[in-house]
């Protein structure tokens, strides 16, 4: 008996080695890092947006929890992610899309523009008011917005306040003034202008200006009051170059950054410069989002093994109820743990629509 024993479990041991060898390694719900299924992306998507919606307020402001500090600006994310999966449903007949544009109606100021909270009274932040142009710009576009022309009102302020040295200060009265000219700022800009084909007073002082601003690692700085990573500011930077870059003149700032950009991608498709450093501050899944985002505007095509092993990784680290984890936001006093899943869900979302729609 104990010898027939033995040989039966011998014969499972191996039946079991052979299909453990034949099964593919990895997740098997989920493609392998050289293809795409775009059936999941639009599965994961719907997941996506109905957690970002679940989150709206009845004052319209989609928050998670009770941080409001970002009240205005994590709105407007979350609305530019799901105004842009409304592929059926028309936005004008959204009541989330509808209450939320209401909130942001209400924090402007008088010049039109809006602070990334609604807690201080005729204060404005370029890079979120950039982000609100371009969300009008879109609903504008879908007759999806009461506010017929704003995101081009608002536009040609923003034009107004360019410097004379071709850059933008964000305004904000959070941010210090040696800050006040980050170059994610002119970035953020010049994509609000591009949106509403409105042309900045110096097109090529913004654009030298940037060009001069990028380091000899290839990317433009970092620092906690602008996320704490590189790939934040290089998000709106190389999506601006690369819009203009019409002529190939600006190719060296272009592959200077996707050197880098390649350099810290790791294999399984994630981006890291800080996040596997530090545990306060953006996670892996927003650093990568950002480092995809801003991969997108290298010539890097929507085949690429590195822009496909990205999303790949993205969808495998989707969070159970449908959003991707942020990190938090890196200040400086650890006890304010504020998380940034919005901000990541959003952008995730923003860059699926774009890799969808550039294919």
């Excluded at 593919?24 to 599965?43: A, M």
């Excluded at 205005?72 to 105004?83: H, K, N, Y």
């Excluded at 005729?122 to 890079?127: G, L």
């Excluded at 294999?267 to 306060?280: A, C, H, L, M």
Aim: negative net charge; aromatic residues 12%; charged residues 20%.
């Amino acid at each position: 008996m104990l010898r027939r024993f033995n040989t039966k479990s011998t014969y499972l041991l191996i039946l079991c080695l052979l299909v453990f060898c034949l099964i593919p390694s990895g997740c098997s719900n989920y493609p392998e890092n050289d293809t795409i299924d775009e059936d999941l992306i639009y599965q994961s998507a719907q997941r996506a947006v109905n957690y970002l919606k679940r989150l709206q307020h009845d004052n319209g402001q989609i928050i998670l929890d009770s941080y409001i500090i970002f009240n205005v600006w994590e709105t407007i994310q979350a609305v530019r992610a799901i105004s842009l999966w409304q592929n059926r449903t028309d936005p004008k007949q959204d009541p989330v899309i509808q209450s939320a544009l209401t909130f942001l109606k209400n924090s402007e100021t008088s010049s039109g523009m809006v602070l990334h909270n609604n807690l201080q009274q005729n204060s404005y932040c370029i890079e979120t008011s950039s982000e609100y142009i371009q969300l009008l710009a879109f609903l504008e576009a879908r007759n999806a917005t009461e506010q017929h022309g704003a995101a081009r009102e608002k536009a040609l302020y923003m034009k107004s306040k360019q410097l004379p040295s071709g850059a933008w200060r964000i305004e904000s009265p959070e941010i210090p003034e040696h800050l006040q000219q980050f170059p994610s700022v002119t970035g953020f800009a010049l994509e609000a202008l591009a949106s509403t084909n409105t042309v900045p007073l110096d097109l090529d002082a913004a654009l030298q200006y940037l060009r001069e601003s990028q380091n000899e690692e290839g990317h433009w700085g970092f620092v906690w009051q602008y996320y704490g990573t590189p790939y934040y500011a290089m998000v709106p930077i190389l999506k601006s170059i690369h819009y203009h870059n019409t002529d190939n003149f600006f190719n060296d700032i272009i592959n200077k950054a996707k050197i880098f950009l390649l350099a810290s991608q790791s294999e399984d498709g994630s981006f890291s410069y800080k996040s596997k450093k530090n545990k306060i501050g953006p996670s892996l899944e927003l650093e990568t989002i950002l480092g995809l985002r801003s991969l997108l505007s290298c010539n890097v095509g929507c085949d690429d093994i590195y822009i496909k092993s990205g999303i790949n990784w993205l969808l495998r680290n989707q969070e159970g109820d449908g959003s991707w984890n942020g990190g938090t936001f890196p200040l400086p006093h650890q006890q304010n743990k504020k998380k940034e899943d919005i901000f990541c869900t959003s952008q995730v979302l923003i860059f699926l629509y774009e890799y969808l729609n550039k294919k």
